[in-house]
C-alpha cells in the first residue's frame, strides 16, 4: 500500500470513528432520557444506566479484536428489545393516586423493579457493548492520540447534538430515527437487512409512543396533559407520575385551599411584589394576581410546563401584563435578582427527575438548603414572608423544613395540615408578620438540615440506603462475571492498573463539575449539558496540547494536578456564590476545568505509551463504572469530600504509573504514521 493510500485509509478510518463515537454517546443519552421517562424506578437511581452504559462500552473496547464479532452482527437487536419491552411494560404510577412518591411507596403498573432494573441493565450493557466494540475496532486502527481525538470529537458531536434536540423538544421517535440511521450506516451494506428489521420495530414502537394523545416532551420530562370531563381542569403526568392539575381559580380559592395559606396566614402583608417559584402550570401565579400583586415573578425550570399553562389554563394568568416568566432554576434566580419580595412562594418543587446521570441530585435539591432558605430570606422586604407548601409523605420531612425556616427567621413558622402529609408552611420576618392558627411544633427529633454540601433533603441520616447497597453490589458482580464470559483476561488489564483508577477519579471529578455548576448557575439542563460538554472540550484540548509535544514532564503534571485540587478542596463553594455572575463564572470555570486538564494530560501521555491502547482505555472506562458506584458515598460525606478521594484515586494513578505504566509490548513493533506519533503492529 503506498503512502497516499494508507493517507487516505487513515481519513476514512477517522471519519467512521467520530461516527461510532456521536453514535455511542447519543444512544447512551438518550437511553437516560428515555428509560428514565417511562421506567419510574430509575428516578431514583441516578446513574444506574450510565453504569450500565459504562460497562458495556468497557467490555466492547476489552474484547480482543478477533473476538466477539458477532455482537457487532446483531448490535440493533438488544436496542429494539429494550424499547419494546419497556413499551409494553412501562412501570408508571397508578393513575388513581395523586400522592408525590418515593420508590416504590405507592402501587405501580408493569413488571415490579427486581424483574424490571435487572433487564435494563442487562440490555443495556449489551447494546453499549456492541456499539462500543464497533468503536474500539475502528480505535485500534488509528495511533492512540489521533483515536482519542476523534473519539472526543464524536463524543462532542453526539452531546451536542441531543442538547439541541432537548432545546427543540423533539420527541422520542426522532432520537430513535437518528439512532437508526447512525447504526445502518456503520452496520454497512453486509448488515442492512440484519440491521434494518430490528430498527424498523424500534422506530415503530417509539411511533406509538409520540402520537399518543397528550404526549410532549420538555428537556426533562416526558409530559402528558389529561382533560378531565367531570369537572373542568387538567391532569399533567411528569414521567409517568401524577404532576400537576390546572385547576379553575374558584377552586383554588377556595376556603380550604393550600393555595391560598400563604395569604390567608399573612393578613397585614400588602402583597404587592410576589416571587412563585415552581410556578409550572399557573395556580400560584393565578392566586398571587387574585390577591392584587402588582408584579408576579413566575420562575419556572422546565418551559413546556409553563406553554401548557399558558395555552390552557382557565384563568389565563400568564396573558396577565403584571406577570413577568422566569425560565430558570430556583435557586439561581435567587442569586441573580436583587428584587425585594412581599412574599415568596416555594409552590410543590418536586420535580420527581435528576439533575443528569452522573449524579444523586435533583432538580429541586438545592432549594431545600439551609443555605437557599437565607437566600430567600434576604430577598423579602423588611415586613415580608416565605411560604412552602407539598405533600411532604413524612412527619419528619416536614420537621426538617420547619426546623430550618425556625433556624433562618428566629421563631417558629405557621403550619397548616391537609391529606396525605400536605402541610404549608409560612414564615414572616417577625412573628407579628405571620398570624398562625397552628404554630409548627416538632413531632420528634428535628433532622439536621440540608446544606448545599449535602443537598439530600429526602435523605434522613447520612447513609447509603440498603436498597442502594443492594443494587451497586449487584452491579459490580455482573461486571466481574461479564468481564469473564465475554473473554477478557483480567490479568491482562493489571498493567492498566493507572488507567482503570484515573477512570474512577475522572468519573468523580466530572459529577463533582455538574454539581458545582448546579449550585452556581441552576440545576437546568442547559447548564448541565454544557459541562458536559465543557468537559468533553477541556480533555480534547488537552489531547491536543499532548500531540505537539515531544515528551511530557509527568512529575510537574502531577504537581499541577494536586495543587489544582488542592485549591478546588480549599475554596469553598460561598465564596465562589458571592461572585457577580462574570467573576462567578471565571472562578467556576478555573477550579473544575484546570484540574480535568492536567489529568487528562497525564491520561493522554499514558495512552500514547500504552503498548495496547484499545484495553488501556476499556479499563479506564471500567474505571469510570467504579467511580459512578463510588459517588454514592457522597449521601454520606458530602460532595467537597470527594475531592479527597479523587485525590487518594490520582495518587494511586501515579504509583500504579511507575510500577506498570512504561512497560515495551514485546510482541508489537513500531510503525511511524503521519502525525509523528507511533502505533503498533500486533503479531
Not at 459529577?511 to 441552576?522: E, H, M, S
Request: a positive charge; glycine letters at 6%.
Amino acid at each position: 500500500m503506498t503512502l497516499s493510500e494508507v493517507a487516505h485509509d487513515a481519513r476514512s478510518v477517522r471519519w467512521w470513528l467520530l461516527l461510532a463515537s456521536a453514535t455511542m454517546l447519543f444512544v447512551e443519552l438518550a437511553l437516560i432520557r428515555w428509560t428514565g421517562a417511562n421506567v419510574v424506578h430509575l428516578s431514583y437511581f441516578s446513574n444506574f444506566i450510565l453504569l450500565g452504559s459504562f460497562l458495556g462500552i468497557g467490555l466492547g473496547f476489552l474484547i480482543p479484536a478477533t473476538r466477539g464479532q458477532w455482537i457487532k452482527r446483531w448490535a440493533p437487536v438488544p436496542l429494539a428489545l429494550l424499547v419494546i419491552l419497556v413499551r409494553a411494560y412501562p412501570v408508571q404510577v397508578r393513575q388513581s393516586s395523586e400522592q408525590i412518591i418515593y420508590f416504590t411507596s405507592v402501587k405501580t403498573t408493569g413488571l415490579p423493579e427486581w424483574a424490571t432494573l435487572p433487564v435494563i441493565f442487562l440490555l443495556t450493557t449489551v447494546i453499549m457493548a456492541a456499539i462500543g466494540k464497533i468503536t474500539a475496532d475502528l480505535f485500534r486502527r488509528l495511533p492512540p492520540l489521533d483515536a482519542y481525538r476523534f473519539d472526543l470529537l464524536g463524543s462532542i458531536t453526539g452531546s451536542v447534538s441531543f442538547a439541541l434536540l432537548s432545546w427543540l423538544g423533539a420527541p422520542s421517535v426522532v432520537w430513535g430515527v437518528i439512532a437508526a440511521t447512525a447504526l445502518l450506516i456503520l452496520g454497512r451494506r453486509r448488515n442492512t437487512l440484519r440491521y434494518a428489521v430490528p430498527l424498523t420495530a424500534m422506530v415503530a414502537a417509539l411511533l406509538l409512543e409520540t402520537t399518543t394523545a397528550g404526549i410532549s416532551w420538555s428537556p426533562y420530562y416526558k409530559i402528558q396533559v389529561t382533560p378531565d370531563a367531570s369537572v373542568p381542569k387538567y391532569r399533567i403526568s411528569a414521567n409517568g407520575v401524577p404532576h400537576q392539575t390546572i385547576m379553575p381559580l374558584s377552586a383554588l380559592m377556595q376556603q380550604n385551599s393550600p393555595y391560598r395559606q400563604a395569604y390567608d396566614r399573612t393578613p397585614a402583608n400588602p402583597h404587592k411584589r410576589v416571587l412563585v417559584i415552581g410556578a409550572g402550570n399557573g395556580n400560584d401565579v393565578a392566586v398571587a394576581l387574585a390577591h392584587g400583586a402588582q408584579r408576579v415573578d413566575a420562575v419556572e425550570i422546565d418551559p413546556r410546563l409553563q406553554q401548557i399553562g399558558a395555552q390552557l389554563h382557565p384563568a389565563k394568568p400568564y396573558d396577565d401584563p403584571r406577570v413577568h416568566v422566569h425560565i430558570n432554576d430556583g435557586r439561581a434566580y435567587l442569586e441573580r435578582t436583587d428584587t425585594k419580595y412581599d412574599l415568596i412562594v416555594l409552590a410543590l418543587p418536586d420535580s420527581l427527575t435528576l439533575v443528569s446521570g452522573a449524579s444523586n441530585l435533583r432538580l429541586e435539591s438545592y432549594l431545600f438548603t439551609q443555605q437557599s432558605f437565607e437566600a430567600a430570606r434576604e430577598h423579602l422586604a423588611p415586613h415580608g414572608a416565605f411560604a412552602m407548601y407539598n405533600y411532604y409523605r413524612t412527619n419528619w420531612l416536614i420537621d426538617r423544613f420547619a426546623g430550618s425556616l425556625d433556624d433562618v427567621y428566629g421563631h417558629a413558622p405557621c403550619m397548616t395540615t391537609f391529606a396525605r402529609n400536605a402541610a404549608v408552611l409560612v414564615a414572616g420576618m417577625t412573628t407579628t408578620d405571620q398570624s398562625c392558627k397552628q404554630v409548627w411544633q416538632p413531632s420528634g427529633a428535628v433532622p439536621a438540615a440540608a446544606t448545599d454540601d449535602h443537598p439530600f433533603p429526602y435523605l434522613l441520616h447520612r447513609n447509603i440506603p440498603t436498597l442502594y447497597l443492594g443494587v451497586l453490589s449487584g452491579i459490580l458482580l455482573v461486571t466481574l462475571l461479564s468481564t469473564r464470559l465475554t473473554g477478557v483476561r483480567i490479568r491482562s488489564t493489571v498493567r492498566y492498573t493507572d488507567m482503570f483508577l484515573m477512570g474512577a477519579a475522572f468519573m468523580l471529578l466530572e459529577t463533582k463539575n455538574v454539581i458545582g455548576f448546579a449550585l452556581y448557575f441552576g440545576t437546568t439542563w442547559l447548564v448541565n449539558a454544557l459541562v458536559f460538554i465543557g468537559v468533553l472540550l477541556a480533555v480534547l484540548g488537552a489531547v491536543e496540547v499532548r500531540r505537539r509535544l515531544r515528551q511530557v514532564n509527568q512529575p510537574l503534571l502531577q504537581l499541577l494536578l494536586f495543587g489544582a485540587l488542592a485549591v478546588a478542596w480549599l475554596v469553598p463553594a460561598h465564596a465562589v456564590l458571592s461572585l457577580p455572575f462574570a467573576g462567578r463564572l471565571a472562578a467556576a470555570i478555573a477550579l473544575a476545568f484546570a484540574p480535568i486538564f492536567f489529568a487528562n494530560l497525564i491520561f493522554s501521555d499514558r495512552l500514547a505509551l500504552a503498548p495496547d491502547p484499545t484495553s488501556a482505555f476499556g479499563a479506564n472506562l471500567l474505571g469510570a463504572l467504579t467511580g459512578g458506584v463510588l459517588e454514592y458515598l457522597a449521601l454520606v460525606t458530602g460532595y467537597q469530600a470527594l475531592l479527597l478521594l479523587i485525590a487518594l484515586l490520582y495518587l494511586g494513578a501515579c504509583v500504579a504509573m511507575r510500577v506498570t505504566g512504561n512497560r515495551p509490548d514485546k510482541q508489537s513493533t513500531p510503525t511511524p504514521v503521519q502525525d509523528g506519533t507511533v502505533t503498533f503492529d500486533r503479531q
